[in-house]
């Protein structure tokens, strides 16, 4: 038997392309009751229903769902510290609870322990990949890379930006900016599983100079992503608008800097217009959307339906601290909710994509992760479909599989997960019976 070949069995639950809005019998959904899925080296290498033989490693966990693990693309690592602080919206929040914590990141070992603790935090809540801000310190990108890279996971992260309107423990300058994002990319980017992104923290914080300076890296390298905050609540954007008041919208802050493409990764995007929307699209950028910060800041309700009307992609994200768990699950419920209030339904299918096939494939990492597809690395999770009295009685009485999906996403969280794969290897061990 070689370590490297397992076969984890279970209900085998992914996609093969997008579900279409509303619809709860989507041909996309790819659901495959008690089959085997065979991994080897690291990455899944096919799908059977027949046990296989004793070259393999067998991981029974028939009964259980097994998926891809969640790609989370909007969370602050150095937030672990403020999530569920009391009492704020947006501005102020940022101020009171999460420069103070950000700033306490100049501390390398304090940098270091926060990167091990979030990056096993997010595997034990079933998230693989995420696409994450660290702090305006560059040694808080090598601290999370670091963790990354010991781990085998897929991080997209880079030094935040921030020259103005931030305390001055916390702001950098052009030139500063410029030297660490030149020694981070050489050293990052590319290596293994990591990929830098150029992280603007939003436009407010960033003088024009330093806009320009991020457009011009985006442009020097088309493989580097780009992320930051986009229209995320009311107050914000006005802002924007007295501190550019030149441009058409928050977004055409970003765009005419050269922030807008097809690796950029806006988080939030609530208050935006249709020619926001249809720029968006047109560039193949994607929208983070992060239900549980949005309710919580009460920064508003993200419109998810003309989102993808418009054809822009829209991934699920946790925006830990502004959000209230580093589970997708749970933030998938919260999305449910948001698009209730507005109106729409949300199905899990859109629900459950947008968290893996599709944030993958927006990306541009479809070939890597997000699917169950032979080829794919083995970042795997198996799930309990359901803990607890009463949402065992209610995967009882489902009759369909939506209605079963659908409850599961609605009642489950992190303690659900069973066990984790990070390329095939176990990361994450609820019960080692
Ligand atoms: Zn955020």
């Not at 992280?199 to 407010?204: D, K």
Request: glycine fraction near 10%.
């Amino acid at each position: 038997m070689t370590a490297d070949r397992l076969a984890i069995r279970g209900d085998l639950l992914d996609f093969t392309g997008a579900p279409g809005w509303g619809d709860t019998e989507p041909a996309a959904v790819r659901f495959r009751s008690g089959h085997w899925l065979l991994v080897d080296g690291g990455r899944i290498v096919g799908v059977q229903a027949e046990a296989p033989g004793g070259d393999f490693d067998r991981h029974d966990h028939a009964g259980r769902l097994v998926l891809p693990g969640f790609i989370d693309t909007h969370v602050h690592s150095p937030q672990i510290d403020v999530i569920a602080s009391y009492g704020s919206e947006l501005l102020d929040w940022l101020t009171t609870h999460t420069f103070p914590a950000e700033a306490r990141h100049h501390d390398q070992a304090h940098a270091e322990a926060t990167a091990a603790l979030f990056l096993d935090a997010l595997i034990a809540h079933g998230t693989t990949a995420a696409v994450v801000f660290p702090t305006v310190h560059a040694g808080s990108v090598d601290a999370l890379f670091a963790a990354a890279e010991a781990r085998g996971m897929r991080v997209i992260a880079g030094k935040v930006l921030m020259d103005r309107n931030a305390p001055d423990d916390l702001v950098d300058s052009v030139d500063s900016a410029e030297r660490d994002m030149r020694r981070l990319i050489t050293r990052w980017h590319g290596r293994g599983r990591l990929a830098y992104a150029v992280t603007v923290r939003f436009a407010p914080t960033s003088s024009p100079a330093q806009l320009a300076l991020a457009g011009r890296f985006c442009r020097d390298d088309p493989s580097l992503y780009m992320q930051t905050h986009l229209a995320e609540n009311r107050a914000e954007v006005r802002w924007v608008h007295e501190l550019f008041p030149d441009a058409r919208s928050y977004l055409d802050v970003y765009a005419r800097t050269g922030l807008l493409h097809a690796r950029s990764v806006f988080a939030h995007g609530i208050w935006l217009d249709d020619a926001d929307r249809a720029a968006i699209a047109g560039a193949g950028a994607q929208i983070a959307h992060s239900p549980s910060s949005n309710l919580f800041l009460g920064s508003g309700l993200f419109g998810w339906r003309a989102a993808e009307a418009a054809g822009v992609a829209v991934s699920v994200a946790s925006d830990v601290g502004g959000g209230t768990s580093l589970s997708l699950l749970r933030n998938m419920a919260d999305a449910y909710k948001v698009q209730a209030l507005a109106g729409e339904r949300l199905t899990a299918w859109t629900a459950l994509h947008a968290a893996t096939r599709g944030a993958a494939e927006a990306l541009g990492l479809g070939a890597e992760i997000g699917s169950l597809q032979p080829g794919r690395i083995a970042d795997v999770c198996v799930w309990e479909p359901a803990v607890g009295a009463v949402p065992l009685r209610r995967a009882e009485v489902a009759r369909t599989l939506h209605e079963r999906v659908f409850a599961w996403m609605t009642l489950g969280d992190e303690r659900n997960l069973v066990r984790a794969y990070v390329a095939g290897r176990a990361h994450y061990d609820r019960s080692p019976s």
